[in-house]
């Protein structure tokens, strides 16, 4: 049974018994297995026996061929790093029709941002991260002629393959208003009354503020991921007028609505 939920590759059978699969983005049959690629089957860059090798991928380049009269626009999703590239990969030469494709790009990155102010890179595969040969937007490219062909490393550029929860208004409301003060893990303290919570976010901001409220004190805290990438954790950095600087854990599983006792 498979354990690693991050399996980069297919599962076929290779010619090494303990080694598993190809990389599905190196198995096209568009200058497969050059540079950027590995014929070692325990590479996490192996690109299979030979072209289309793998079952899912000869699959789905023969449903692109039946359509690729009909197809205007191919996207090849990934993660992580935010960028988005055309090609080529196999090659650091610029395609007849870079200037188009790249004018696409620059257009979906703007959308992207104008949403969630992220910044994405853009330019062609090899240039833009690395040398990737039988890649499926090459493919896609370079043998069914669909001009806007993209490879697309999605959110975010931090915390790898384990990101944070989105962060919104309606996920952090339930956030625990109580934890373990951070200097000597043994104080119970309290943010504040959860009723009392206001949520602070504008897209200029990189991570929202939450204020509370008690008859004490105003209590502004920022959330951040933890640099773990732990998903049901935040890590909280504010000033209390009493206590002065301080970081602590914040865990959605914790509940008290109204402020630790004790």
């Known amino acids: 049974m498979l354990m690693d939920r991050l399996w980069r590759r297919t599962r076929s059978k290779t010619s090494v018994p303990f080694c598993y699969g190809a990389d599905p983005n190196r198995n096209w049959d568009y200058h497969w297995c050059e540079r950027g690629a590995s014929s070692d089957p325990c590479s996490d860059l192996f690109c299979g026996e030979k072209a289309f090798s793998e079952i899912e991928i000869a699959q789905v380049a023969k449903f692109i061929a039946s359509q690729r009269d009909t197809i205007v626009n191919y996207i090849n999703f990934h993660a992580y790093s935010q960028m988005w590239m055309s090609p080529w990969g196999y090659t650091t030469m610029r395609p007849a029709q870079f200037k188009l494709q790249d004018d696409g790009s620059i257009q979906a990155i703007n959308a992207l941002t104008a949403v969630h102010s992220t910044k994405y890179l853009h330019g062609s595969i090899a240039q833009t991260i690395?040398?990737?040969?039988?890649?499926?937007?090459?493919?896609?490219?370079?043998?069914?002629?669909?001009?806007?062909?993209?490879?697309?490393?999605?959110?975010?550029?931090?915390y790898s393959y384990n990101p944070c929860h989105p962060f919104?208004?309606?996920?952090?409301?339930?956030?625990?208003a109580c934890q373990t003060f951070a200097s000597d893990e043994k104080?119970?303290?309290?943010l504040g009354?959860?009723?009392?919570?206001?949520?602070?976010?504008?897209?200029s901001q990189e991570y929202p503020t939450l204020i509370y409220k008690t008859t004490e004190r105003t209590l502004h805290v920022d959330l951040q991921c933890l640099s773990s990438g732990e998903p049901d954790?935040?890590?909280?950095?504010?000033?209390?007028?009493?206590?002065?600087?301080?970081t602590m854990t914040l865990s959605s599983k914790c509940v008290c609505w109204n402020g630790c006792k004790g």
Do not use: M
């Open 168 to 176: 919104t208004q309606s996920s952090c409301k339930n956030v625990a």
């Open 233 to 246: 954790k935040l890590e909280v950095h504010g000033q209390d007028p009493k206590t002065g600087l301080y």
């Open 187 to 190: 104080t119970a303290y309290s």
């Open 193 to 203: 009354a959860q009723n009392s919570l206001q949520w602070k976010f504008t897209p």
């Open 130 to 158: 690395y040398l990737s040969s039988g890649s499926t937007a090459d493919w896609a490219y370079g043998i069914a002629n669909i001009t806007f062909s993209y490879g697309v490393e999605l959110r975010d550029t931090v």
